[in-house]
C-alpha cells in the first residue's frame, strides 16, 4: 500500500472514532500520529503521557470499532508517546504513580472573579513550589474547578521534582493498609521524600484520627523541608468538621484561596472552552442560554454539553437554538431549580438584618431599598420565578420594578467592587443552603 493510502486509511478511523464516540473525543485528536499500521496492528502516537493514558483509558474499544469498521478486519489498537518529551526519570515516576487528565490543564481553565485568587496562587505555587504559599489550600463546593487546578498544577510544575498526587481517601487507605501489612515505614518514606505533596478533599479526614495524625507528621516532615503542600476540600479548614486543631491551624498556615460559583459571564466562556475542546461549535445564543439554565456548579454545565452533544448525534442535527430548547426546554433538571426565593430571602435579611415584612412594606428608605432590590436581582439570576412572581414575593411590586431593580443592581455590581462582594458571598450562601 501507498503512504498516503496508509494516511488516508488512519485519517478515516481517527474520523470515525470521532463519530461512533464524540463525547470523549478531543480537538487534539487532529495531532494524533500514525506510528505503524500493518500485520493487523495499528500503533497511535501522542503528544504526551497524560494523553496517553486518556486514549488508554478512555479510548481503546473504540479505536478498535472504528479500525475494523474502516480496514475490514480485527485490529489490535496501541497508542504511544511520540515526541521528544523529556522522558526524564523524574517524569516518568510521576505519571507512573498517578494519572493527569489531559484537559486538566491551565490553558483550558477559564478564569473568572469566582476563582482568580485561587488561580494565580495556583500559578505561582507550580512556578517557584515551597517558595510562596506554604501549604496552599483551595476551597469551595463540588463541581468548582478544584481537581482540575491541581491537576494543571502538577502538568505545570518543573520537571526534575516528584510529586506525589492523590486524593485524601488514597492516603487514609494506604495507611490504613500500612499498618496492616506492618509497613508503616514504606508508607511514610513515599511521601516525605517528595519535592510537592498534593491532596484532594482533605475533607475526608474529618473523624479518622489515626489518618489525622500521620498526616501531621507527614506535614510537618514536608513543610519543614520546604516541600511544597498543596490541599483541597469542600470547606474552609475550621469548618471540615472533627479536624484537630493543629491540623487547621496548619492548613492556613499559607493561602487559603476560596472558589465560588461562577457568574454568568464566567459560565459562558467555559461552555465554549469545553466546546472548542471536543470540538464542537455552538452559538453565543446557545452558551448563553445553558449558562442562564446552569448555575451552581460546572460539573452540571459540562454535563448540559454532553446532552446537547448526544441528542445533536442522535438526531444528526447541528447544535442549534431549537436543538437546545428541545432539549432543555422547560423539564432541565438543575440545582438552579432547588433553590427558592424563601431562600434568598432569608440570606439577604440576615445579611441586611432587616425583617421580610419590612422588604414587602412600601417603606422607600435606602436601607430597605437596596436589600429588597438585591433579593430581586439574585432571585432573577438564581430561581426560574418571572418577574411578576418575584415581585409578588416582595410585597406585591409589578415587573417593571423587579425589572428595575435587577438592572440597577446588575449595574452596580458591575461598576462598585463592594456590590460585587457582597452579591458573590450572598450567592454563595445562597447556592449553599441545604435543600430541605
Ligand atoms: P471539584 O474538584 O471542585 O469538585 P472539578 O475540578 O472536578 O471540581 O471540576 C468539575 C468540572 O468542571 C471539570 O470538568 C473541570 O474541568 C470543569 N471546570 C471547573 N472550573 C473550570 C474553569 N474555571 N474552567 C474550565 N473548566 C472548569
Ligand atoms: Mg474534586
Redesign the pocket.
Request: proline residues 0%; charged residues 25%.
Given at each position: 500500500m501507498a503512504i498516503q493510502d496508509v494516511e488516508q486509511i488512519f485519517a478515516d478511523i481517527v474520523a470515525r472514532a470521532r463519530r461512533l464516540d464524540a463525547h470523549n473525543s478531543r480537538n487534539w485528536f487532529d495531532q494524533l500520529r500514525l506510528v505503524h499500521l500493518n500485520g493487523g496492528s495499528l500503533l497511535i502516537g501522542c503528544q504526551d503521557h497524560a494523553r496517553r493514558q486518556y486514549l488508554e483509558d478512555n479510548c481503546g474499544k473504540i479505536f478498535t470499532l472504528a479500525a475494523q469498521q474502516i480496514t475490514g478486519h480485527l485490529v489490535t489498537i496501541g497508542f504511544t508517546v511520540e515526541n521528544g518529551e523529556k522522558t526524564d526519570s523524574a517524569v516518568s515516576l510521576r505519571q507512573r504513580q498517578f494519572k493527569l487528565h489531559p484537559d486538566y490543564t491551565f490553558d483550558n481553565f477559564v478564569v473568572g472573579p469566582c476563582n482568580r485568587l485561587a488561580h494565580a496562587s495556583c500559578i505561582a505555587v507550580s512556578q517557584s513550589p515551597g517558595n510562596t504559599y506554604n501549604p496552599l489550600f483551595l476551597y469551595g463546593n463540588?463541581?468548582l474547578?478544584?481537581?482540575?487546578l491541581?491537576h494543571a498544577v502538577c502538568h505545570t510544575m518543573a520537571p526534575g521534582g516528584v510529586i506525589a498526587f492523590l486524593?485524601c481517601e488514597e492516603f487514609v487507605n494506604g495507611f490504613i493498609q500500612a499498618i496492616e501489612h506492618g509497613n508503616l515505614a514504606g508508607f511514610q518514606d513515599q511521601f516525605r521524600t517528595v519535592n510537592a505533596l498534593v491532596i484532594?478533599?482533605v475533607q475526608f479526614l474529618s473523624d479518622r484520627e489515626q489518618s489525622q495524625e500521620e498526616f501531621f507528621h507527614t506535614f510537618n516532615a514536608l513543610y519543614n523541608n520546604s516541600r511544597q503542600i498543596i490541599l483541597?476540600a469542600d470547606s474552609s479548614p475550621a469548618d471540615i468538621p472533627a479536624l484537630e486543631e493543629r491540623l487547621i491551624s496548619r492548613f492556613s498556615w499559607g493561602l487559603v484561596a476560596r472558589i465560588d460559583p461562577p457568574s454568568h459571564d464566567t459560565r459562558v466562556a467555559i461552555l465554549k472552552k469545553k466546546a472548542n475542546l471536543r470540538g464542537l461549535e455552538i452559538s453565543d445564543e446557545v452558551a448563553e442560554y445553558i449558562a442562564r439554565k446552569v448555575r451552581a456548579n460546572i460539573r452540571e454545565l459540562e454535563g448540559a454539553l454532553t446532552t446537547l452533544q448526544a441528542n445533536a448525534i442522535t438526531k444528526n442535527t447541528e447544535i442549534t437554538m431549537e436543538l437546545a430548547s428541545a432539549t432543555f426546554g422547560s423539564e432541565f433538571e438543575s440545582s438552579a431549580r432547588n433553590i427558592n426565593i424563601t431562600d434568598i430571602i432569608d440570606v439577604v435579611t440576615r445579611h441586611y438584618d432587616v425583617r421580610l415584612a419590612d422588604l414587602q412594606s412600601k417603606k422607600r428608605s435606602q436601607s430597605i431599598t437596596m436589600p429588597r432590590q438585591i433579593c430581586m436581582y439574585l432571585a432573577r439570576n438564581l430561581t426560574r420565578h418571572s418577574l411578576e412572581e418575584i415581585g409578588g414575593h416582595l410585597g406585591g411590586r409589578d415587573h417593571t420594578t423587579v425589572m428595575h431593580a435587577c438592572s440597577k443592581i446588575g449595574d452596580a455590581e458591575k461598576s462598585d467592587p463592594k456590590i460585587h462582594a457582597t452579591i458573590t458571598e450572598l450567592t454563595r450562601q445562597v447556592v449553599q443552603t441545604p435543600v430541605t
Open positions: 463540588s463541581g474547578g478544584k481537581t482540575h491541581l486524593s484532594d478533599d483541597s
